[in-house]
Nanobody
Framework: QVQLVESGGGLVQAGGSLRLSCAAS????????MGWYRQAPGKQRELVAKITKGGTTTYADSVKGRFTISGDNAKNTVYLQMNSLKPEDTAVYYC?????????WGQGTQVTVSS
């Protein structure tokens, strides 16, 4: 089965940067899109950014200008470069991938931004 593995989370001070990576492995049939969601304590899970196979990107208003999503189709990998991090960015970040048949989720990686 397909497995998504996130990496790159951690603790960083406000204003700092982190880069998250999500690598897909297993029975890959070519994803139509991959993205990042996050869930903060006491909050609903929300879309942070996504990128289609064709390279079209979408961002939440709260991260525009600070985060950049990119992907490598050959490696079935998506990245999230996070700059100018704020305490409100603190959350568990989940990788998501969608193909023609199913949606897949990673286990999540914790991002904590201290003030």
């Amino acid at each position: 089965q397909v497995q998504l593995v996130e990496s790159g989370g951690g603790l960083v001070q406000a204003g700092g940067s982190l880069r998250l990576s999500c690598a897909a492995s297993g029975m890959i049939f070519s994803f139509n899109a991959m993205g990042w969601y996050r869930q903060a304590p006491g909050k609903q899970r929300e879309l942070v950014a996504k990128i289609t196979k064709g390279g079209t990107t979408t961002y939440a208003d709260s991260v525009k200008g600070r985060f950049t999503i990119s992907g490598d189709n050959a490696k079935n990998t998506v990245y999230l470069q996070m700059n100018s991090l704020k305490p409100e960015d603190t959350a568990v970040y989940y990788c998501n991938a969608v193909n023609s048949f199913y949606a897949y989720w990673g286990q999540g990686t914790q991002v904590t931004v201290s003030s």
